[in-house]
């Protein structure tokens, strides 16, 4: 029986627009993939080594050692969005978990006030860098490399050796070691990103990061845009920093020195394009959970730790590799 012309027009459109929605989001649909095949591959390799599953202190653990990557994906990914780069994020977690260190020692009140303040040095970093790449018109590589710099310096003059204690109370809300509290966070961070994204600014981001000749003509402001988005990826920074304060308890000024690399490879794995305009949020945080996924992979298979670097890398880069690949094949085939 012949199908009636009236469904396969129906279908063409409904068709067209999964294959719209597919393409759009194949870069975060890869990613959860990864992390899905990662974490079997994870059990599997604790389980042979531990004889048990693993529990509630291995996903806690887990968890937050991942939040602290997840913070400096997304602030990658908010700048990377506009065709730049920031190279600083490392110097940013350093500077504001030196600054915790040192702040955050007193009552529920003054912890507050001084986690509000760190979250505004991060913004001003992020000032800083907005203003040198789109009213200066530097190149956003150079503008960030050379405040990387500066952050570190700063962050060593003010802790020059590790040190500081987190009160327990900020420990136990932003990385208890107990309860997985970063379970609330997770989807704290996909809500925001999903409000952030029907924003006015948050199109903006995305429209520069397309075509900003064309966001331009079209009344969009790409300095202000520009601007607000270093902005916002030096506050998701400096969260980065206090989470990492939070873990360890305590303040290094060298701890994010290996964030700023880290960081481009958990949005890469996300689906975030290094061209601009495309990319999530949700799949720089899923890029985070991998890369961490990756370390405790090694781990329990007993790779010696000299080579741990040396494999991490390894398994990143084919995985962007593939990720690339595969991306591309469905978007041809659109």
Known sequence: MPIPET???????????????LTQNIGLALVVALLVACII???GLYIATQHRLPGGYELTSTLNNTMPLAFAALAQTLVVLTRG???????VIDLTNAV???TLMGGPVSTTIWTIAILGIG???????????????LQPILVTLSTLSIFQGIAIKILPQPGGAMPPGFTGVLANPNVPLSLIYIPLIGILWAIFRRTRLGVSVFAIG?????ASSHGISVKRTTILAYMLGGVASAC????????ATA???TTGDTYTLTSIVAAVLGGVSLFGGRGSGLGALFGAFVTVMVVNILFFAHIDPLYQTFYEGLFLLAAVIAANVIGQIVRRRR
């Open 240 to 247: 980065a920093g206090l989470f990492l304060a939070a873990n």
């Open 41 to 43: 591959l994870y059990c």
């Open 210 to 214: 397309n075509d900003a000749m064309a």
């Open 100 to 102: 915790a260190a040192l």
């Open 123 to 137: 913004a001003l970093c992020g000032l800083l860098n907005g203003v040198l790449v789109a009213v200066g018109r």
């Open 7 to 21: 469904i396969l027009a129906a279908s063409g459109p409904r068709r067209s627009r999964l294959s719209h929605a």
């Open 85 to 91: 780069i920031d190279l600083s994020v490392g110097g």
């Open 251 to 253: 303040g290094d000024a």
